[in-house]
């Protein structure tokens, strides 16, 4: 629990010794136009190109906003407009968020604050899409729970959306709005302070973030299978990641050579897991005393994990580094954004865009963006569109595409608990072939949400934007920053 965290925005300092960048392989810029006068923290990635964004603790925390880019495609030059408000009684700071795959909903829940008073509150609250209008309204918990609080949630496999309890070992599967199913316990006594990763086996891998006596174990790992409900013990990470006295966890990032990247809480560790062989091994030790006691990373499409780091638990000092699994012993500081060393890890949020840039919001109202290296990993595999052909007519509602990688390799985008920013799903970006304007299409209801890059084609279908000009439209598909090799000629309307 993180009863000092409130307290410690408020107290954080400049902490000396944390390190200069040494290896400026990115670099940030702030966005033209910063958001009106507020703080922002979790973003959500709507399936129309546009960035949801929560206002944060200084604000109104029933408050969203919306980044919309530029004409060009540009996010550095987006405009803000008002994402809507959330229903009067429920103004969350760390919570459970996921956006559904119809294409227009988005649902948020639970709340560790709520008011900014401690809770653990199992409040929720459904957002509605329909064009430039974002409506709330309130979602009943699943039945018989006391608690969400700051749970982890993740998208299963199979489209379906799974919310964790905090304070128990509860999971259950939403089903539609004040609906839900529960699903398996994890082994462990709570899901309190761990974390929901999505694998290329369909399975959701979760570190353990106290002693399982179930597993028999203090540094256990388990995994779930969306086709029984049940978790299973996985095997031990390699020593404990996290601190019993205050069970904070870091990220977990799943990375294009099949492997994930697990940061250790208030310890100065990192864990690196095999997918194909189901094991653990030692990652590299951040230096300088540096950890990730809650806190960001991303996955760039050059294949290296930017990751926000700060000293013991809940101090500034913080430091952005990069891990480059063709380096595999070695965390490499990077340039850092205006407010490191200053903040503390758990006050930012990285989230990939289409771009292939990172967004980054920490609490304040400085939004910036990094621009990785340029280029893709190896095993990184750019959505392909089966039978791409031109002169295709565009449809008000559901134009299909076939092909193959829509949602990409991994989710990209993680924290731990409190926050969750996923990307694996495909977004249909239109550019004007007369006006080389940017428009994107709404994607809805791909056939699979896998990101099993060995699943037979997969379709998703989008809708025509509002307003779309007559002409021919260049049309992508991107996962996670990442375009399609090919693409589609529609015209439109």
């Given amino acids: 629990m993180k009863f000092l965290k409130i307290f410690a925005m408020a107290t954080v300092v400049l902490a000396l010794g944390a390190g200069i960048a040494s290896s400026q392989t990115g670099s940030w810029a702030p966005l033209t136009n910063q958001p009106p006068g507020v703080t922002l923290g979790p973003m959500l990635q709507l399936r129309d190109g546009r960035i949801l964004v929560h206002e944060e603790q200084s604000g109104n925390a029933r408050d969203w906003w919306i980044l919309t880019p530029s004409t060009t495609g540009s996010y550095l030059s987006g405009t803000w407009t008002s994402g809507g408000q959330l229903p009067s009684n429920y103004a969350p700071f760390y919570f459970g968020s996921q956006v559904l795959n119809d294409g227009k909903t988005v649902v948020i829940e639970g709340g560790e604050y709520n008011f900014g008073t401690a809770d653990w509150t199992t409040l929720g609250a459904i957002g509605t899409v329909s064009g430039s209008t974002f409506t709330w309204a309130a979602n009943s918990p699943p039945s018989g729970w006391g608690t969400i609080g700051d749970a982890e949630s993740t998208v299963l496999a199979n489209g379906k959306y799974m919310q964790a309890n905090c304070c128990t070992a509860q999971n259950a599967i939403f089903n539609g709005p004040n609906s839900w199913t529960v699903t398996g316990s994890v082994k462990q006594p709570s899901n309190d302070e761990s974390g929901f990763t999505l694998l290329t086996t369909d399975e959701v891998l979760t570190v353990d973030a106290k002693s399982d006596p179930n597993c028999s174990t203090s540094t256990g790992s388990e995994l779930y299978n969306q086709g029984t409900g049940a978790w299973r013990c996985g095997p031990n990470t390699v020593g404990r990641l996290y601190n019993p006295a205050d069970e904070e966890l870091g990220a977990a990032v799943l990375m294009y050579n099949n492997q994930v990247i697990q940061f250790g809480g208030n310890v100065v560790a990192t864990n690196v897991y095999d997918v194909a062989t189901s094991a653990w ?213």
């Fill in 281 to 493: 091994a030692n990652g590299p030790v951040p230096s300088g005393g540096l950890d990730q006691a809650d806190g960001p990373a991303a996955l760039e499409p050059n294949g290296k994990v930017l990751a926000m780091l700060s000293p013991g638990l809940f101090q500034g000092g913080c430091q952005f580094v990069e891990y480059d699994p063709l380096n595999p012993t070695t965390l490499s500081n990077t340039a850092n954004p205006a407010n490191c060393p200053s903040d503390s890890s758990f006050v930012g949020h990285l989230m990939i865009l289409p771009t292939g840039q990172i967004m980054f919001t920490d609490l304040s109202g400085t939004v910036e963006i990094y621009t990785p290296v340029p280029g893709f990993a190896a095993g990184v595999k750019q959505p392909f569109i089966v039978s791409a052909h031109t002169n295709l007519p565009m449809l008000p509602l559901n134009n299909v595409l076939g092909g193959y990688y829509f949602n990409g390799l991994t989710e990209n985008n993680g924290y731990g608990d409190d926050y969750q920013g996923r990307t694996n799903y495909p977004l249909v970006r239109l550019t004007s072939y007369s006006t080389a304007q940017v428009y994107y299409g709404i994607t809805h209801d791909e056939s699979t949400h896998s990101i099993n890059p060995n699943r037979v084609l997969m379709t998703t279908m989008f809708d025509r934007p509002g307003g779309l000009p007559t002409g021919s439209y260049k049309t992508e598909v991107i996962a996670n920053g990442i375009v399609s090799s090919n693409y589609v000629v529609f015209q439109a309307p």
